[in-house]
């Protein structure tokens, strides 16, 4: 949330409730006191801080909208909502493990997982004790998932041997447990007979290689995972996954966090710009004397208040449990692209000092191209939202 000095004009502060701005504000000094100082060399060093991976699950972050009775905070979603903004007010590689810990590796375990699966991964992944990864996206396919090539065949004896490449998978080369979306039949070209496997990345013929030369999301482990002959047991699938369904559901609850996360970055920009523009002067005044200058911070403050209106309207949703995932494509669509122009406008007002690591918005910039690409990129929602007005899908076929 914008402090009021800077611009809360709408007072969204006031819409929520006191434990909503504690949970904001105990995550907001996490960020300022521990990401801040180092995530700037962080990024220039293309390294992901697993230092902070503890304190985060010690806190709590991490699954903090699951149930306290498998070890997890137990929050409601607009509050997960306001961990995700605040983290990514960080950096996106931040918000990214926790997103991708929480909504896409502990959820599904949680919805799709046997009680024994739950009992054994949850409260671990809550303290952060173990690292998941998703693995959804292949080299070949990406929007489109349905197509995947990777497969899981049943043996006699109930076990799996699992055959296949997955792509761009964050905390790949950092996790102990991979969740893998894997076909279980050869003909089929729709995803129905798509599952989900548990496997622990230290078994035979799982490889994980870190992706090299990214200019975006430096912070942040990004790895390719090879599967040549992994043999796993019969219970590491998830028994209630079922169809490309399952995946789409969890990529879901990870929309909904990163919609309030790309908040976080702009926030991050706009403030940066703010206090810029009071401090540099030129022609004898501080450039926020300039018309030019107040344009571009009245739009990025008019493009955060809309944005946070519609994800806490959103969460409110979320928590009622009214909430439909074409909404979720309008908030990630809406807010990552907003937070995308701020950033760069941020930097365009910084002059040549915005190109450096010592400010926060170019890095915020590049990151946020990831964010638009992933989690079905900017066209993707597009197509959703347009099917969803029009009733025709335009996605191919
Ligand atoms: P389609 O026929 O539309 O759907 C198949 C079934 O799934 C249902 N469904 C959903 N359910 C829950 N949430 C959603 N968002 C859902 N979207 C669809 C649908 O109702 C249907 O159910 P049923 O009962 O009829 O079987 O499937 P399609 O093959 O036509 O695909 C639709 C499309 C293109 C929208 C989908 O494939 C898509 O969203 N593509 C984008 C792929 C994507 O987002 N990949 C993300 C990979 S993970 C990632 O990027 C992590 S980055 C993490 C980080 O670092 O933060
Ligand atoms: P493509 O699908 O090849 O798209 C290329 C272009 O074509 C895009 O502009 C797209 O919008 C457009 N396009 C595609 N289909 C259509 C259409 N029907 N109509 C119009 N335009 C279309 N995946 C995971 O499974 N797990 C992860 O943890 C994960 N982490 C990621 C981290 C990073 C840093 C990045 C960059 C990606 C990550 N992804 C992950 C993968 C991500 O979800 C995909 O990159 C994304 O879904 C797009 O797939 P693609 O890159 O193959 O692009």
């Known amino acids: 949330q914008l402090k009021p000095r800077e611009g809360d004009l709408f007072n969204i502060d006031a819409a929520l409730t006191e434990e909503e701005r504690a949970v904001r504000d105990s995550v907001r000094a996490f960020v300022d006191e521990k990401v801040l100082p180092i995530i700037g060399q962080c990024y220039v060093d293309g390294r992901f801080p697993k230092e902070l991976i503890a304190e985060m699950g010690a806190n709590g972050y991490l699954g903090a909208n699951l149930p306290e009775e498998y070890g997890c905070a137990g929050l409601s979603n607009v509050m997960y909502g306001l961990i995700n903004q605040e983290l990514e007010r960080g950096d996106s590689g931040i918000r990214s493990f926790a997103s991708v810990q929480g909504s896409l590796v502990m959820y599904p375990i949680y919805a799709f997982g046997s009680e ?153 920009c706009y403030e940066e710009a703010l206090a810029y523009s009071k401090e540099r002067v030129m022609f004898g005044r501080p450039i926020g004397g300039f018309q030019i200058q107040q344009v571009r911070l009245a739009d990025m403050l008019t493009e955060i208040v809309k944005g946070q209106l519609v994800s806490l309207h959103l969460g409110r949703m979320k928590d009622a449990g009214t909430f439909t995932p074409q909404q979720v494509s309008f908030a990630k669509r809406n807010n990552v692209n907003i937070a995308t122009d701020i950033a760069r406008e941020a930097r365009r007002l910084l002059g040549g000092n915005g190109i450096v690591a010592e400010y926060a918005s170019m890095r915020h910039m590049a990151n946020l191209e990831s964010v638009y690409t992933y989690e079905g990129t900017h066209d993707i929602h597009s197509l959703i939202l347009g099917q969803a007005v029009t009733g025709m899908n335009a996605f191919g076929g």
């Open 116 to 268: 024994e699966q739950k009992k054994h991964y949850l409260p671990k992944m809550a303290k952060g004790e173990i690292i998941g990864c998703f693995g959804l996206t292949e080299p070949d396919y990406g929007s489109n998932p349905a197509g995947m090539i990777t497969r899981a065949k049943e043996q006699k004896d109930g076990s799996w041997i699992l055959n296949g490449a997955k792509m761009w998978i964050t905390n790949g080369s950092t996790a102990q447990v991979a969740i893998v979306w894997a076909k279980t039949e050869d003909n089929d070209d729709s995803g129905k007979s798509i599952r989900g496997f548990i496997v622990p990345t230290s078994t035979k013929g799982f490889k994980a290689n870190g992706q090299k030369g990214k200019l975006s999301l430096r912070a942040s482990d990004t790895s390719e995972l090879v599967f040549d002959n992994v043999h796993l047991p019969a219970d590491a699938i998830l028994p209630k996954s079922g169809g490309l369904k399952s995946p789409l559901m969890c990529l879901t609850q990870a929309r909904y966090g990163i919609s309030w996360g790309a908040l976080g970055a702009a926030i991050a």
